[in-house]
């Protein structure tokens, strides 16, 4: 088993910048992947960032030159820093992460969403 830790939602107004963190902890050899989605009310749950390594990272087109997507490999967890936030940006932000534990099982782990509010 996988868990996951979120933090940094909260309300902030349109200009504002916030910071979200996910901690991975549990059954863990490797990581192949982190990632932040969000799910806005009446609306599908969409990608925002992936990370693979730090050369390899892909955001979806709504968010480029403003969210920036990191990870700290030691410490399993994967940043969203958001800058210039939207009002559209309002939503439920969701990490996942993709990992392996030591006899190769996969894992597809959710967390539990941590809100973020941008006021106009």
């Known amino acids: 088993q996988v868990q996951l830790v979120e933090s940094g939602g909260g309300l902030v107004q349109a200009g504002g910048s916030l910071r979200l963190s996910c901690a991975a902890s549990?059954?863990?050899?490797?990581?192949?992947?982190m990632g932040w989605y969000r799910q806005a009310p009446g609306k599908r749950r969409e990608l925002v960032a992936t990370?693979?390594?730090?050369?390899?990272?892909n955001y979806a087109d709504s968010v480029k030159g403003r969210f920036t997507i990191s990870r700290d490999y030691a410490k399993n967890t994967v940043y969203l820093q958001m800058h210039s936030l939207k009002p559209e940006d309002t939503a439920v932000y969701y990490c996942?992460?993709?990992?392996?534990?030591?006899?190769?099982?996969?894992?597809?782990?959710w967390g539990q969403g941590t809100q973020v509010t941008v006021s106009s």
């Open positions: 996942n992460v993709k990992s392996r534990n030591v006899v190769g099982l996969r894992y597809d782990t």
């Open positions: 990370i693979i390594s730090d050369a390899n990272t």
């Open positions: 549990g059954s863990i050899l490797s990581i192949n992947a």
